[in-house]
């Protein structure tokens, strides 16, 4: 049980678009807890969020919001080279860690966020959404059933409209699309194959980006990984960032009998048809309308771990596991070879 009678107090760090998302969810729609805090490190970004969220306090050092006794909890949502400093900090301050992903730049910061959480016993959860989608959780009890007989293959794909921010084109900083974008789809093919990645091959080009190509020649914003799992089963990733034509994920996984298909290209069910005998449609433009409601339950879930005192549905151990991933295709796409995982 929390300080305050059973209300969890959590501060964001971190006014971006997917902290604003998480921050929103806190204020009004998450039972039991309260948003108590906001930090950014630009002082106009935390005094507006602070307004948009109707919430008193802001901060522009996340060091500050670790040294008041009455937060409970934290939502790290910055750029992922700042996860692992801040999330060790927020343990050893005895703040429980929502921290988005990817988790962190490398297998070993991943490793040291779970001692951290574990030495400190906070509670540790990875933002890994479509766990939570009523989709996807569906499509796990489906495969789980048989009714599609054995898993032979999963394939997943994530493909954005938005041009990168500035700061990704430097995978020193940010990993590239295949932790800023496909982080998700690592974990789908992980949870959906109930098994670890043996091996992967992958290749990756800027098709879209020409302002990086003289600065940050390896930058990528197109990507396809292919993989073996360590259960037998097959899988193939494919990722794309500033594609234009609207936010596309998509699933399929292939069995032995039979196959599930996941994931919508709609906005809404309307379909508009006109005399010049086309069709017209439109298409989902943004991962923040898609899983609105898997945003909801994921951080419903946080604070009922804490309360509950029980493991998060989704830990460190899959956000490490994620980020492994991430860096052996990193490694096949420099290398142009086949890595073991």
Same mark, same amino acid.
């Given at each position: 049980?929390?300080?305050?009678?059973?209300?969890?107090?959590?501060?964001?760090?971190?006014?971006? =678009? /997917?902290?604003?998302?998480? *921050? =929103?969810?806190?204020?009004? *729609?998450?039972?039991?807890?309260?948003?108590?805090?906001?930090?950014? +490190?630009?002082?106009?970004?935390?005094?507006? /969020?602070? @307004?948009?969220?109707?919430?008193?306090?802001?901060?522009?050092?996340?060091?500050?919001?670790?040294?008041?006794?009455?937060?409970?909890? $934290?939502?790290?949502?910055?750029?992922?080279?700042?996860? &692992?400093?801040?999330?060790?900090?927020?343990?050893? *301050?005895?703040?429980?860690?929502?921290?988005?992903?990817?988790?962190?730049?490398?297998?070993?910061?991943?490793?040291?966020?779970? =001692?951290? *959480? #574990?030495?400190?016993?906070?509670?540790?959860?990875?933002?890994?959404? =479509?766990?939570?989608?009523?989709?996807?959780?569906?499509?796990?009890? $489906?495969?789980?059933?048989?009714?599609?007989?054995?898993? $032979?293959?999963?394939?997943?794909?994530?493909?954005? !409209?938005?041009? !990168?921010?500035?700061?990704?084109?430097?995978? %020193?900083? %940010?990993?590239?699309?295949?932790?800023?974008?496909? %982080?998700?789809?690592?974990?789908?093919?992980?949870?959906?194959?109930?098994?670890?990645?043996?091996?992967?091959? /992958?290749? /990756?080009?800027?098709?879209?980006?020409?302002?990086?190509?003289?600065?940050?020649?390896?930058?990528?914003?197109?990507?396809?990984?292919?993989?073996?799992?360590?259960?037998?089963?097959?899988?193939?990733?494919?990722?794309?960032?500033?594609?234009?034509?609207?936010?596309?994920?998509?699933?399929?996984?292939?069995?032995?009998?039979?196959?599930?298909?996941?994931?919508?290209?709609?906005?809404?069910?309307?379909?508009? &048809?006109?005399?010049?005998?086309?069709?017209?449609?439109?298409?989902?433009?943004?991962?923040?309308?898609?899983?609105?409601?898997?945003?909801?339950?994921?951080?419903?879930?946080?604070? @009922?771990?804490?309360?509950?005192?029980? +493991?998060?549905?989704?830990?460190?151990?899959?956000?490490?596991?994620?980020?492994?991933?991430?860096?052996?295709?990193? #490694?096949?796409?420099?290398?142009?070879?086949?890595?073991?995982?």
């Amino acid at each position: 049980m929390t300080k305050r009678s059973g209300i969890v107090q959590i501060a964001l760090i971190g006014a971006g =678009r /997917a902290g604003m998302i998480h *921050a =929103r969810n806190f204020r009004t *729609a998450v039972d039991h807890c309260r948003l108590a805090a906001v930090v950014d +490190p630009v002082e106009s970004a935390a005094i507006e /969020a602070a @307004r948009a969220l109707d919430v008193d306090t802001y901060y522009t050092d996340y060091k500050e919001v670790l040294q008041n006794d009455d937060i409970d909890a $934290v939502v790290i949502v910055t750029p992922t080279k700042y996860h &692992c400093e801040i999330a060790m900090a927020a343990a050893a *301050a005895g703040k429980h860690i929502l921290c988005e992903k990817p988790m962190a730049m490398t297998y070993e910061e991943c490793l040291l966020m779970e =001692r951290a *959480a #574990q030495e400190n016993r906070v509670k540790l959860q990875i933002g890994f959404m =479509r766990r939570f989608d009523a989709a996807f959780t569906e499509a796990k009890k $489906v495969i789980d059933s048989g009714a599609i007989g054995d898993v $032979v293959m999963v394939r997943s794909n994530t493909r954005g !409209p938005s041009v !990168p921010q500035p700061w990704m084109f430097d995978l %020193s900083k %940010s990993n590239g699309p295949l932790a800023e974008v496909n %982080s998700h789809d690592i974990d789908t093919l992980r949870w959906f194959t109930g098994s670890e990645f043996h091996s992967l091959y /992958a290749i /990756a080009g800027n098709y879209r980006c020409p302002d990086a190509r003289k600065d940050f020649p390896d930058f990528y914003d197109n990507v396809i990984l292919t993989a073996t799992f360590e259960n037998g089963m097959q899988g193939m990733i494919d990722g794309a960032q500033g594609v234009r034509y609207g936010y596309d994920t998509r699933v399929e996984v292939l069995g032995t009998e039979g196959c599930i298909f996941l994931g919508r290209m709609e906005e809404n069910g309307m379909r508009v &048809c006109t005399k010049e005998m086309q069709c017209h449609t439109e298409f989902i433009n943004s991962w923040r309308f898609l899983f609105k409601d898997a945003y909801l339950e994921e951080d419903a879930a946080f604070v @009922r771990c804490i309360l509950e005192d029980r +493991p998060p549905q989704v830990g460190g151990a899959d956000g490490r596991m994620a980020v492994k991933i991430v860096n052996a295709g990193n #490694q096949s796409i420099r290398e142009k070879r086949i890595v073991v995982c």
